[in-house]
């Protein structure tokens, strides 16, 4: 745990306690802050007074007593209006911050100097935040990986100079952290996304720009137009030759940066020549050509540190993947089974359709705006569609007749009929897809229990066929 002191003998607000809002509430108590926290959900209200948070209804309060409001990042801060706390800490004028923002206040207090990478973007933030945790785990380092992902940021070691934080930020949470100057900046990418909680995408491209803007080293990706203005505007704040601003493209070479050539990650860096930092080819967690962007980002992260080519190289082989994200959970003989139940959406679920061939695809669930019609270009890569949940009627007949598909209904007979007519195929590889493109909420509580059941019955089925072969083996 970090405890906060920044506020050590001060009243603090506190809205919201799902992970990160309850690791807050302690934190700050760990600090010496009084803290009245409150949220709408009575279990989450229960689980802190238990574990002796005072709890007690805001909207009652009298909010003169109090010094901040520490805001959960999913509740709106201004869009489509701000939340019903925000509006009386604005009215009262006191500040409205995140968990970030008191991790930065203790870092700037404590260890000013301490390792903080900190990766934003619409796409791609998981999977290269873990790819550089790994690298410098690998490394030798003292890695605290958290933040968007997994860990709330509150509930890691504290900052030290010997020590890297690692941590995932969303839109959402750099708006609630004024202060946020990471040692490494990076911005992946800038697509249409949360429009409604910021307004509008300029709006959403000026929350991300705040990291890199802050940063003092930047890596910033330049196959969207919005980020390649990000980086403008960040070199024309440096000096012609200022190496603290990296462009990174998975699309283009640069004449000075990091890219991505094939399955090469190349540095232009030192080497107007280009020097090859990696090759991905065969590496089945980062396939595809969006990991591939992940993988150059990770590696120029890596380089702007000082660590070796060699060393990287290393590293990116030995990562083990993300679970939920086009996870290889098992083999039986020429059928590969690959859960990627964390493509909740169509442009999720794309990556995982762009990454394979021969596919017997499992989509389905809690459909989202747009439902799957972008994907029917790339019905060519599916052999046979099974169709879940309450989207199955609807996907069923956007499908049509451009593949076959079978209304399965639930997640187990999906996996045993598109198991069954992956073994008749006669090819070299099958694979059985969960690639949903749809939320869980109709029939698992969340994608991660969605993605635990197919993993759990892909290896039964591969143990039954004697071969339980599963990543990482």
Same mark, same amino acid.
């Given at each position: 745990?970090?405890?906060?002191?920044?506020?050590?003998?001060?009243?603090?607000?506190?809205?919201?306690?799902?992970?990160?809002?309850? $690791?807050?509430?302690?934190?700050?108590?760990?600090?010496?802050?009084?803290?009245?926290?409150?949220?709408?959900?009575?279990?989450?209200?229960?689980?802190?007074?238990?574990?002796?948070?005072?709890?007690?209804?805001?909207?009652? =309060?009298?909010?003169?007593?109090?010094?901040?409001? +520490?805001?959960?990042?999913?509740?709106?801060?201004?869009?489509?209006?701000?939340?019903?706390?925000?509006?009386?800490? @604005?009215?009262?004028?006191?500040?409205?911050?995140?968990?970030?923002?008191?991790?930065?206040?203790?870092?700037?207090?404590?260890?000013?100097?301490?390792?903080?990478?900190?990766?934003?973007?619409?796409?791609?933030?998981?999977?290269?935040?873990?790819?550089?945790?790994?690298?410098?785990?690998?490394?030798?380092?003292? &890695? /605290?990986?958290?933040?968007?992902?997994?860990?709330?940021?509150?509930?890691?070691?504290?900052?030290?100079?010997?020590? +890297?934080?690692? @941590?995932?930020?969303?839109?959402?949470?750099?708006?609630? $952290?004024?202060?946020?100057?990471?040692?490494?900046?990076?911005?992946?990418?800038?697509?249409?996304?949360?429009?409604?909680?910021?307004?509008?995408?300029?709006?959403?491209?000026?929350?991300?720009?705040?990291?890199?803007?802050? $940063?003092?080293?930047?890596?910033?990706?330049?196959?969207?137009?919005?980020?390649?203005?990000?980086?403008?505007?960040?070199? =024309?704040?440096?000096?012609?030759?200022?190496?603290?601003?990296?462009? +990174?493209?998975?699309?283009?070479?640069?004449?000075?940066?990091?890219?991505?050539?094939?399955?090469?990650?190349?540095?232009?860096?030192?080497?107007?020549?280009?020097?090859?930092?990696?090759?991905?080819?065969?590496?089945?967690?980062?396939?595809?050509?969006?990991?591939?962007?992940?993988?150059?980002?990770?590696?120029?992260?890596?380089?702007?540190?000082?660590?070796?080519?060699?060393?990287?190289?290393?590293?990116?082989?030995?990562?083990?993947?993300?679970?939920?994200?086009?996870?290889?959970?098992?083999?039986?003989?020429?059928?590969?089974? +690959?859960?990627?139940?964390?493509?909740?959406?169509?442009?999720?679920?794309?990556?995982?359709?762009?990454?394979?061939?021969?596919?017997?695809?499992?989509?389905?669930?809690?459909?989202?705006?747009?439902?799957?019609?972008?994907?029917? /270009?790339?019905?060519?890569?599916?052999?046979?569609?099974?169709?879940?949940?309450?989207?199955?009627?609807?996907?069923? /007949?956007?499908?049509?007749?451009?593949?076959?598909?079978?209304?399965?209904?639930?997640?187990?007979?999906?996996?045993?009929? $598109?198991?069954?007519? =992956?073994?008749?195929?006669? &090819?070299?590889?099958?694979? &059985?897809?969960?690639?949903?493109?749809?939320?869980?909420?109709?029939?698992?509580?969340?994608?991660?229990?969605?993605?635990?059941?197919?993993?759990?019955?892909?290896?039964?089925?591969? =143990?039954?066929?004697?071969?339980?072969?599963?990543?990482?083996?």
């Amino acid at each position: 745990m970090t405890p906060v002191t920044s506020f050590k003998g001060r009243n603090v607000a506190l809205f919201g306690l799902g992970g990160s809002g309850f $690791a807050t509430a302690r934190a700050l108590l760990a600090g010496g802050a009084s803290v009245t926290a409150w949220d709408d959900n009575a279990m989450a209200r229960a689980r802190a007074v238990n574990a002796g948070i005072d709890v007690s209804d805001l909207a009652r =309060a009298d909010w003169g007593n109090f010094d901040c409001l +520490v805001l959960t990042p999913g509740v709106p801060l201004t869009h489509p209006e701000p939340h019903w706390s925000a509006k009386r800490a @604005l009215e009262r004028g006191i500040e409205i911050i995140g968990d970030i923002e008191l991790f930065c206040r203790e870092r700037a207090a404590i260890a000013p100097d301490a390792p903080f990478v900190a990766i934003t973007g619409t796409n791609g933030k998981s999977t290269t935040t873990s790819l550089i945790a790994h690298i410098f785990q690998h490394a030798g380092y003292d &890695v /605290q990986l958290g933040g968007n992902i997994g860990t709330p940021v509150l509930e890691l070691d504290l900052p030290a100079n010997e020590r +890297v934080h690692v @941590l995932e930020v969303s839109s959402y949470q750099i708006d609630l $952290a004024p202060s946020l100057s990471p040692s490494v900046g990076i911005l992946i990418n800038l697509t249409s996304d949360h429009i409604d909680r910021h307004g509008s995408m300029e709006n959403y491209a000026a929350v991300k720009e705040r990291l890199i803007m802050n $940063a003092q080293r930047a890596l910033i990706g330049v196959d969207d137009p919005h980020s390649w203005a990000i980086g403008e505007r960040r070199a =024309a704040k440096s000096s012609d030759h200022d190496a603290r601003t990296v462009p +990174v493209s998975a699309r283009s070479r640069l004449r000075q940066g990091v890219f991505l050539q094939g399955a090469q990650v190349i540095s232009t860096l030192a080497d107007s020549a280009g020097e090859m930092i990696c090759d991905l080819s065969g590496i089945a967690s980062l396939r595809g050509a969006h990991n591939g962007q992940n993988a150059a980002f990770a590696c120029a992260c890596a380089l702007m540190w000082g660590l070796p080519r060699n060393e990287i190289a290393t590293a990116v082989k030995t990562f083990p993947g993300l679970p939920h994200r086009m996870e290889q959970t098992a083999r039986a003989g020429h059928v590969l089974f +690959v859960n990627d139940s964390k493509a909740t959406n169509a442009d999720a679920a794309e990556k995982a359709l762009l990454s394979f061939r021969n596919i017997y695809w499992i989509a389905g669930g809690q459909a989202k705006e747009g439902g799957i019609a972008s994907l029917m /270009q790339y019905m060519d890569r599916v052999s046979k569609a099974y169709l879940i949940g309450a989207a199955a009627d609807a996907f069923a /007949q956007m499908i049509g007749d451009r593949v076959p598909s079978e209304i399965s209904r639930t997640l187990d007979q999906a996996i045993e009929a $598109a198991a069954r007519d =992956a073994r008749a195929a006669n &090819v070299a590889e099958a694979v &059985v897809l969960l690639s949903p493109a749809c939320a869980s909420f109709d029939q698992f509580a969340n994608y991660g229990v969605r993605g635990d059941a197919f993993r759990d019955i892909s290896l039964k089925l591969a =143990a039954l066929s004697g071969n339980t072969r599963s990543k990482g083996d």
